[in-house]
């Protein structure tokens, strides 16, 4: 049961994106209050909507989520007890171990994959930081090709717990990636289905992936 001093922590769903090398970070973002804690709900604006995000943010170690966050928001004190909105697990957090957004990161949209995947693996009994057994790598994608178009390609072979397209630091699509089905056996499936799958006239190629 939540503290009644606690702080929940609204979804206000975004990604945390490395523009330099691809990488990603789910990070839901965005707060709100209740009950003792209400009053904070007044100080702490609409992050990423009417408010510029700051530069800060907490992280939840169960399931990796984060919420902007300014050490103001945290109260006069030394800090307050938080709760995930997307695990449920609550932390204490303290205005001096608030995380700083590094160079070349930015957040955007939260897809719901990524909501669905935590909600599905805290059902099963997982990790919510499982993402599946069947890693891939797939290479040759095109251009013009997203992570939400890979998601539904891969979606018709199996449950797919991750997708990743490796970007350069403009963002831009570097024609190859990551996908990850959340069983072994639809990783094997996925292999014999669709490698050399024509995708914008070019043969995709998967493989297992190495790392």
Not at 88 to 116: A, I, K, Y
Not at 158 to 181: A, C, H, I, K, Q
Request: charged letters at 25%; hydrophobic letters at 35%.
């Amino acid at each position: 049961m939540q503290s009644k001093s606690s702080l929940l922590l609204a979804v206000v769903s975004c990604l945390i994106l490395a523009g330099a090398n691809g990488f990603m970070a789910t990070s839901p973002i965005g707060s709100t209050s209740t009950e003792k804690s209400f009053a904070l709900r007044s100080q702490q604006p609409e992050y990423g909507q009417s408010e510029e995000l700051p530069g800060t943010y907490a992280n939840c170690g169960r399931c990796d989520s984060s919420y902007a966050m300014k050490p103001e928001d945290l109260g006069e004190g030394k800090g307050r007890r938080l709760e995930c909105s997307v695990c449920g697990h609550s932390w204490f957090q303290s205005r001096d171990r608030l995380m700083t957004m590094n160079d070349g990161f930015e957040m955007v949209p939260l897809s719901e994959m990524h909501l669905t995947r935590i909600k599905t693996n805290i059902e099963e009994g997982k990790s919510p930081k499982f993402t599946g057994h069947g890693k891939l790598y797939v290479g040759n994608i095109s251009f013009s090709s997203t992570e939400a178009e890979m998601f539904d390609l891969f979606a018709g072979i199996g449950e797919v717990g991750d997708v990743s397209l490796v970007r350069d630091d403009l963002g831009r699509n570097r024609g190859f990636g990551f996908v990850t089905m959340r069983s072994k056996a639809d990783g094997e499936k996925a292999m014999a289905e669709l490698d050399g799958y024509d995708l914008h006239g070019r043969n995709i190629a998967v493989r297992a992936s190495n790392s």
